[in-house]
T-cell receptor
């Protein structure tokens, strides 16, 4: 089945370290998104991309960067992780042809000590 | 600015009782609104979207532009409806905004 995968699924790191979270999809969708989920705050959009050459900042992009290496891959980087970035991170994909329904990955739980 | 508000973090109802999950939004344009659901140990998934005017698993949601609301309703709750529900808005710039979620528990 076509899917959205995220690696790693869990990561513990230290303040100041560079971290990359990866998202891959086999759905053939052109749109990809990165969200973070915090207790009591719901999901907040970090970055989104409508194709390889189109990257857009979301609601909370500060402290993050992204790379769309191919249609199927969208990576999120924390250049210098801080404890405040401890959260559950979700990747999602969508396609204009499906009325923009978003398909979510399983999530990556990141802990910054 | 918070664009989507879900005032109830937790909601408990008895099986067979009606359920309503509230969602209010703040947006001056013409938003597209969605309800997403996350069942235990499953991924977040679309439940329904206002543009489709559909009923999924017995749930409906009507967009009320006057009250800027998009409440989710079901006349008879089932145990399998227990889950986390998120209301979401997509603006004309294609950004998505999610509410903080409501955890629904249906008591047998």
């Amino acid at each position: 089945d076509a899917d959205v995968t995220q690696t790693p699924r869990n990561r513990i790191t230290k303040t100041g370290k560079r971290i990359m979270l990866e998202c891959s999809q086999t759905k053939g969708h052109d749109r990809m998104y990165w969200y973070r989920q915090d207790p009591g705050l719901g999901l907040r959009l970090i970055y989104y991309s409508f194709d390889v050459k189109d990257i857009n900042k979301g609601e909370i992009s500060d402290g993050y960067s992204v790379s769309r290496q191919a249609q199927a891959k969208f990576s999120l980087s924390l250049e210098s992780a801080i404890p405040n970035q401890t959260a559950l991170y979700f990747c999602a994909t969508s396609d204009f042809g499906t009325l923009d329904e978003q398909f979510f990955g399983p999530g990556t739980r990141l802990t910054v000590l | 600015a918070q664009r989507v508000t879900q005032p109830e973090k937790l909601l408990s109802v008895f099986k067979g009782a009606p359920v309503e999950l509230k969602c209010n939004y703040s947006y001056s344009g013409s938003p597209e609104l969605f309800w997403y659901v996350q069942y235990s140990r499953q991924r977040l998934q679309l439940l329904l979207r206002h543009i489709s005017r559909e009923s999924i698993k017995g749930f409906t949601a009507d967009l009320n532009k006057g009250e800027t609301s998009f409440h989710l309703k079901k006349p008879f709750a089932q145990e399998e409806d227990s889950a986390m529900y998120y209301c979401a808005l997509r603006d004309t710039g294609n950004q998505f905004y999610f509410g903080t979620g409501t955890s629904l528990t249906v008591i047998p």
